[in-house]
């Protein structure tokens, strides 16, 4: 891991990043063989920021990616706070999305001592004594605690040295613009609010460049939509909407026109604003590592964006 001071701007973050949950079992379970072997194929495509939470499978993803990157250096980590794991009292299998056992209970904790406490208890499943960025996890009805008492724990232990960076990853851009107007955070962690088909996260973004936040953006295929060049599937973890899927599929047209496999538009798009330094792409087997980084290495044209804004289907900054 890096000695990373992401206030003092020492270190650029890296522009492809490692999504943990699917190794943790999301929607499918996975064996301990392929999310290590999962883990091992993006550091062979020289992925080398990580982003994983107690959240995913209930503690499973940060014990694996803890024991994949064991004894390797030069990279970033992010976990979360926000959600306390505690024993279960009904067992059986989770019923949050992922497929293991329900070993654990998810608690919604924002205080300061939960937040000491979340990170405490996931650096022992990481296997490390600091983390690069903590972000507080989807504190969408506890905005006023994140700010109040979460935040302020998580400065205390940035100045003490046991994180490097402070944030906060959402699915909405609301809250964080509050934290990123009214506290001193470091990263903003954006999932499917600034992709080839929704855009609504801009004012974010926006605050972000103008006060020095950086933006770390997943969700970029909106939970599958935009995963293929035939759009279909979900949007927003629900079955998309017609109009939505319209959309998509005019995009995927003029894609085509420039050769330009959707996937690939979908993963360039946010990093040509400037605030994004990175896109956070989850990945559950060595195969879809290497299918993303195929195409990510590979550029976009600028007159496939033009044309795309030409037809209305760009928001201003794309």
């Known amino acids: 891991m890096t000695n990373v001071d992401l206030e003092n701007d020492m270190i650029e973050l890296p522009r492809h990043g490692f999504g943990a949950a699917p190794i943790a079992g ?34 499973l993803s940060e014990r694996r990616l803890g024991a994949a990157l064991a004894g390797r250096e030069g990279y970033v ?9 505690v ?4 067992g059986g299998r989770d019923e949050q999305g992922f497929d293991v056992p329900a070993t654990f209970e998810r608690a919604w904790d924002f ?46 232990l940035r100045s003490q040295g046991v994180i490097g960076a402070i ?8 809250v964080p613009l509050r934290l990123v107007q009214e506290t001193d955070i470091d990263v903003v962690m954006l999932a499917g609010r600034y992709t080839l088909i929704d855009q609504s996260g801009l004012p974010l973004l926006d605050a972000c460049a ?28 629900e079955p998309a909407p017609a109009e939505v899927l319209d959309r998509a599929r005019r995009i995927a047209k003029v894609c085509e026109r420039y050769d330009v496999p959707l996937p690939q538009a979908a993963m360039a798009f946010p990093l040509r604003h400037p605030a994004v ?13 290497a299918t993303n980084a195929a195409l990510w290495e590979r550029p976009v044209p600028d007159n496939l964006w033009s044309e795309l804004e030409a037809e209305g289907l760009l928001s201003r900054g794309g």
Do not use: C
């Open 210 to 237: 103008d006060r020095g936040v950086r933006v770390l953006a997943a969700g970029v295929f909106n939970s599958g939509l935009l995963a293929t060049s035939t759009p279909g599937g979900t949007y927003n973890y």
């Open 111 to 156: 205080s300061g001592d939960g937040v000491r406490r979340s990170l405490e208890e996931s650096l022992a499943r990481l296997g490390l004594d600091r983390v690069d960025i903590a972000l507080i996890h989807d504190p969408d009805a506890h905005a006023d605690q994140a700010i109040s008492e979460a935040y302020p724990a998580l400065a205390e």
């Open 26 to 59: 999301l929607y499918e379970a996975v064996s301990d063989e392929q999310a290590r072997a999962t883990v091992d194929a993006a550091w062979t495509h020289g992925v080398r920021l990580f982003d994983t939470a107690p959240h995913y499978g209930v503690g």
């Open 77 to 85: 980590l992010s976990t979360k706070v926000g959600r306390l794991l």
């Open 277 to 289: 330094a990175s896109i956070v792409i989850g990945a559950r087997s060595p195969e879809e590592v």
């Open 167 to 174: 944030g906060v990853g959402m699915n909405q851009w609301q």
């Open 87 to 90: 024993p279960s009292t009904t």
